[in-house]
């Protein structure tokens, strides 16, 4: 019981501190945009003048860009500080756009949601959040219940690298000198890495440091990793067939060095 207690706590732990400091979050990935011009292309192919569901939008990076193409969104998420600040960004938009979205604040597993959609997205490894099957079948029925006749499921994950994975848990990695958006203070941000091989759960944290060595504080993050075949019978059994798996946002095909698994599905 105390085991099983002590890996619950990381769990919850790893899915909520890495989302607790908004603007640094925003600040650590405003670069990253393939993910976001590809989403774009899945609303324009399959939605259209149709809604869209994103699983985990987080600050709006991917949100914000669909309601200015034109679409309608909800945007569901479990943590308060990310929707404060996607709230801040759509309250800068212009009001047409605004009455085109709707926040909500809650477990993406288990949405009471009346409204049905063309297209549901779930970003940026959000899926990874799922740590054991019965978390995957739930979103899954979810999700199932939630799609148009036709619709779509789209949905990216990392793709497991086991030399990554099994690297040196006793040792710093990723050692990084930055600037915090808000405080505009120097800090410097390392990460280490235990990977559990049975529960496939990569449990990292990641330090913030003065650069003369002060630690300031220590933040858990925590995915699953799901190999590309257990992840097509997940799908497949639980009623999802796979229309396209590509190792890139640019649809190229997922292979050995692929860093990421890009996952287009629909009902079977």
Known sequence: MTRNKHIGDALLLGSSEHYLDAA???????RRREDVQ??????RQHAREKPILELGCGTGRLLVPLLRDGHR??????????LDRCRDKIGRLALETRTRVKLLAADFRRLNL???FALIVCPFNGFMHLYERADVEALLRSVHRLLTPGGRFVFD??????????????????????????SGKSQVYSTDLLYDNA???????????TPSGKRLRTIHLTHRYFFPQELAELL???????????????????????????VQCRLA
């Open 38 to 43: 590809f989403y774009r292309r899945m609303a």
């Open 157 to 182: 994950v990392m793709n497991p690298d086991l030399k990554w994975l099994s690297r040196d848990s006793e040792r710093r990695w990723a050692r990084t000198r930055f600037r915090h958006p808000v």
């Open 24 to 30: 640094l979050y925003d600040h650590e990935y405003h």
């Open 199 to 209: 529960r496939q759960i990569a449990f990292m944290r990641i330090y913030y440091e």
């Open 73 to 82: 969104v909800v945007g569901v998420d479990a943590m308060q500080p990310m």
């Open 114 to 116: 009346r409204q049905r």
């Open 236 to 262: 497949h059994y639980n009623g999802f067939a796979i229309e396209k798996s590509s190792g890139d946002f640019d649809g190229s095909p997922l292979g050995n060095d692929s860093e990421v698994q890009v």
